[in-house]
């Protein structure tokens, strides 16, 4: 079992045929996370250990992804992902939680609050990738689309995520060496090696051939979360506030559906991993908040 520097409780669920590790920081109330693309709870370690001084902060990987199984089902699925989510609360002994979700993590989000609105105190929901609610949501269809048919083509997978990456407007150093630095805080907190993981080939696979597509093409049913009354924020980087991107946008046209704020985090779509103290003190204002609404 691994060992880290700081106080991290570890276990796994099984649920629904599979397996999920996670890992338990701090006392207080309790803080989920839902990782992005790759599903690695280790994306959210820095910025876990800072709030945990505060917060119960629970971070996990999600199915299929990095120490958690891939056994079941072959295709990805918003509603069960939601249903794990849930899963990890109850083996971390809790029934709800603020919740904080990252790019495929913050539709997940979006979805607990629809389907799973008992288990959510508030949602942040960080530049949700929800392209069908653009003007030109056809374009970006066509353009998820066509880096699936290359993954699932004999060019393969990898040249699929570079197309993706490079396709979708963002700054592709930044997020290199975002990842980089959240890489290496991980590795320098533990004591002990860590537990297996699926190979990045595989992890590359998930993305682009079971998450992409159902990723991208969900669209959240905003009337029942306004009707199941779940405190809803929708957060933005300022990196593509200042560019008006995409995601930017569509954070924009989600916030006015759902009639909630919006909230200007620093930096690019993955700099809780490059600058997590100002993201820290940013998200730790915003629970502030949720907190005083709750009481």
């Given at each position: 079992m691994t060992a880290y520097k700081t106080n991290v409780q570890i276990?796994?669920?099984?649920?629904?045929?599979?397996?999920?590790?996670?890992?338990?920081?701090?006392?207080?109330?309790?803080?989920?996370?839902?990782?992005?693309?790759?599903?690695?709870?280790?994306?959210?370690?820095?910025?876990?250990?800072i709030l945990s001084d505060e917060f119960k902060v629970i971070t996990y990987d999600?199915?299929?992804?990095?120490?958690?199984?891939?056994?079941?089902?072959?295709?990805?699925?918003?509603?069960?992902q939601s249903r794990d989510a849930v899963a990890i609360l109850r083996a971390a002994g809790e029934r709800s939680a603020y919740v904080l979700g990252n790019s495929s993590g913050a539709n997940i989000a979006l979805d607990m609050a629809k389907t799973q609105p008992h288990a959510c105190r508030a949602v942040i929901s960080h530049e949700p990738p929800i392209p069908?609610?653009?003007?030109?949501?056809?374009?970006?269809?066509?353009?998820?689309?066509?880096?699936?048919?290359?993954?699932?083509?004999?060019s393969g997978p990898n040249l699929a995520a570079l197309r993706f990456i490079m396709g979708i407007n963002e700054p592709v150093k930044k997020l290199g060496k975002a990842h980089k630095?959240?890489?290496?805080?991980?590795?320098?907190?533990?004591?002990?090696?860590?537990?297996?993981?699926?190979?990045?080939?595989?992890?590359?696979?998930?993305?682009?051939?079971?998450?992409?597509?159902?990723?991208?093409?969900?669209?959240?049913?905003?009337?029942?979360?306004?009707?199941?009354?779940?405190?809803?924020?929708?957060?933005?980087?300022?990196?593509?506030?200042?560019?008006?991107?995409?995601?930017?946008?569509?954070?924009?046209?989600l916030a006015d559906r759902l009639d909630c704020e919006i909230v200007t985090f620093p930096g690019h779509h993955g700099s809780f991993m490059d600058m997590p103290e100002k993201w820290s003190s940013v998200l730790r204002d915003l629970l502030h908040r949720a907190q005083k609404e709750n009481s």
């Open positions: 276990d796994y669920v099984t649920t629904e045929g599979d397996t999920l590790y996670f890992e338990v920081r701090g006392q207080g109330d309790p803080l989920l996370m839902i990782s992005p693309g790759g599903g690695d709870g280790d994306h959210f370690m820095q910025l876990a250990d999600r199915r299929a992804n990095a120490r958690s199984t891939r056994n079941y089902p072959q295709n990805f699925e918003i509603s069960q069908g609610v653009l003007p030109e949501s056809k374009k970006w269809m066509r353009f998820f689309a066509s880096v699936y048919k290359t993954g699932c083509g004999i630095q959240a890489n290496k805080y991980a590795k320098g907190q533990r004591i002990e090696p860590d537990q297996p993981r699926i190979s990045n080939t595989d992890a590359v696979n998930v993305l682009i051939k079971n998450e992409l597509l159902p990723v991208t093409n969900y669209l959240p049913d905003t009337n029942k979360i306004m009707e199941n009354d779940v405190s809803m924020f929708i957060g933005v980087g300022s990196w593509a506030f200042g560019k008006k991107t995409w995601l930017a946008r569509t954070a924009i046209i």
